[in-house]
């Protein structure tokens, strides 16, 4: 296992050695070794249909980093730099995943994070570094023309709370 620089600072891909045989293969997800500084004490897994798109969700107080594995399926999967003083801010990483891939993608804290499901269904596992907490929840809005993210799909379906997504205008105070 090892980690891959992205082309924004921080976020990584975690490349897996995957072990295949005749009954299938064993991929490893996670080592806490390239975590030293980081508690993943809360997992998580949705399901989705193709075209939902869920995010781009940031926690503002006691911030998540997030490893990212998708075991059926197929996403489209986006982090944007939050960071205040990063030179990065506003900026994004998209990259594919799928159940066929041999990676996980990892999140640091400060991030928005997003996905759209590509495949009939997918199932995503994501690892955080702190709990959930509801009051400190925010969406930053999928559609920002500031960000210009290219969706696959142009009319995803979509929660009623990710429709009313903030501006990154929001973010920068």
């Known amino acids: 296992?090892?980690?891959?620089?992205?082309?924004?600072?921080?976020?990584?891909?975690?490349?897996?050695?995957?072990?295949?045989?005749?009954r299938g293969y064993l991929r490893e997800t996670f080592q806490s070794?390239?975590?030293?500084?980081?508690?993943?004490?809360?997992?998580v897994m949705s399901s989705s249909k193709k075209g939902v798109l869920r995010g781009l969700h940031?926690?503002?107080?006691?911030?998540?980093?997030?490893?990212?594995?998708?075991?059926?399926?197929?996403?489209?999967?986006?982090?944007?730099?939050?960071?205040?003083n990063s030179k990065n801010f506003g900026k994004f990483i998209s990259i594919i995943i799928s159940d066929k891939s041999d990676f996980s993608f990892y999140i640091p804290k400060g991030f928005a994070h997003g996905?759209?499901?590509?495949?009939?269904?997918?199932?995503?596992?994501?690892?955080?570094?702190?709990?959930?907490?509801?009051n400190y929840e925010k969406t930053l809005s999928w559609n920002d023309t500031n960000l210009n993210i290219k969706w696959p799909i142009k009319k995803p379906i979509i929660s009623k709370k990710d429709q009313n997504g903030l501006d990154l205008s929001f973010f920068k105070k």
């Open 58 to 84: 940031i926690q503002i107080n006691k911030p998540q980093a997030k490893i990212i594995t998708v075991t059926h399926g197929k996403i489209f999967d986006v982090a944007v730099d939050l960071r205040k």
């Open 115 to 134: 996905f759209m499901c590509l495949s009939k269904n997918c199932t995503v596992n994501y690892k955080c570094s702190t709990y959930r907490n509801p």
């Open 33 to 43: 070794i390239f975590f030293k500084n980081l508690v993943f004490p809360f997992d």
């Open 1 to 22: 296992m090892k980690l891959i620089k992205t082309k924004i600072d921080g976020p990584k891909i975690i490349k897996s050695k995957v072990f295949k045989d005749q």
